[in-house]
């Protein structure tokens, strides 16, 4: 390409924000931007997955001759504004620069199933740019933006609040805890939950953000540790008694897939066992993974969390409470038995 990208544009504002809005071929734009995707192993970005079959079904609709879209909305951050310039005079008119082998400089906040797969295509679209927003304020746009959106992700939006809440402790302690789980080390869910981005090939996923969010939701409600202890310590005992889940039925925890332990009907089931137990502590004794080991080793193997067991068929909240209600019964005939043969 000789010289530079030259496009024009309106220069304005959208609410309090500055914005550029014109129109370019698709291919440039495709050229000259990127979504920023959420590695999940660095915590790096922001973006959902590409979904490839929904980005080929903008592609074919937007070649037929009556198509047509709303503006595609990108950001220039400030990072990459030595590959474009903007002119500007006091009309409004504006023109933006771009260096002649400019690449990748645009973020798409809001474009990238419609743009995804349209690199050869020379079809106009008209788009809108914000000018120098960082990372943080282009997620807080998305997040508004997509909040309500069709198929994205509730753990993604999870994760955002996650990252822009001041005081995530407070505001929302179990996304606070959720989040502990998938991040510390000594975790048995370290980097198991499905954030809603992208991760290493190859690295399994047993459950996502969300369904172990509400699954501690349940066991703050039900428990009331809250009551008398910080948010840090209720992470600590929640780690704890899935690190004891995980000792007492390895087999179920290796083989998730066949499986319910790791399961939306097994992960609310066993976080409500999880109150019980923070419920029936000795005043003094310490409530911790050696405790959860040996409460659960008296019962928790004796039921079938095979994928056609025991909680076959349940689902949802009233399955959760069928499922959590069968765990306590057996329980109790194990205790009942025990004491028995005492």
């Not at 999940?40 to 079904?57: A, I, K, M």
């Not at 703050?220 to 310590?233: D, F, G, H, K």
């Not at 050696?290 to 659960?296: E, G, I, P, S, Y």
Request: glycine share 8%; with cysteine.
């Amino acid at each position: 390409m000789i010289g530079k990208l030259r496009i024009e544009c309106i220069h304005g504002v959208s609410a309090s924000r500055s914005v550029l809005m014109g129109f370019a071929r698709a291919s440039d734009l495709h050229r000259l931007s990127y979504a920023d995707v959420l590695d999940e192993n660095t915590s790096r970005g922001y973006q959902r997955r590409f979904n490839s079959q929904h980005s080929l079904d903008f592609r074919r609709y937007i070649q037929r001759p009556d198509s047509t879209t709303i503006p595609l909305t990108f950001n220039l951050r400030p990072e990459t504004a030595a590959s474009w310039t903007v002119l500007q005079d006091e009309s409004g008119r504006a023109i933006v620069e771009f260096d002649a082998e400019a690449s990748h400089v645009m973020t798409q906040v809001d474009c990238q199933h419609r743009l995804g797969h349209l690199d050869d295509l020379d079809v106009t679209l008209p788009f809108m740019a914000f000018v120098g927003l960082d990372e943080h304020e282009e997620m807080e746009i998305f997040s508004v933006i997509n909040g309500k959106a069709k198929g994205l992700s509730p753990s993604l939006l999870d994760f955002h609040d996650g990252r822009l809440s001041a005081d995530l402790a407070g505001d929302r302690p179990e996304l606070f805890i959720a989040l502990h789980l998938n991040n510390d080390a000594g975790s048995p869910w370290h980097r198991q939950l499905d954030l809603g981005g992208v991760s290493t090939s190859g690295m399994s996923r047993k459950a996502s953000l969300r369904t172990i969010q509400k699954a501690v939701k349940r066991f703050l409600a039900r428990s009331r540790i809250l009551r008398t202890e910080t948010v840090e310590t209720a992470a600590r005992v929640v780690l704890d008694f899935w690190s004891a889940v995980a000792t007492v039925l390895p087999h179920a925890w290796l083989k998730p897939r066949k499986h319910l332990v790791t399961k939306g009907i097994g992960v609310y089931a066993l976080m409500d066992v999880a109150a019980d137990l923070w419920l029936e502590r000795r005043e003094g004794s310490p409530v911790d993974q050696r405790f959860f080991t040996q409460k659960l080793a008296d019962f928790a193997a004796e039921i079938d969390w095979s994928s056609d067991g025991d909680f076959v068929g349940l689902g949802g909240e009233a399955g959760a409470k069928a499922a959590a209600a069968h765990i306590r019964a057996a329980r109790r005939r194990l205790n009942i038995k025990a004491v028995a043969n005492g």
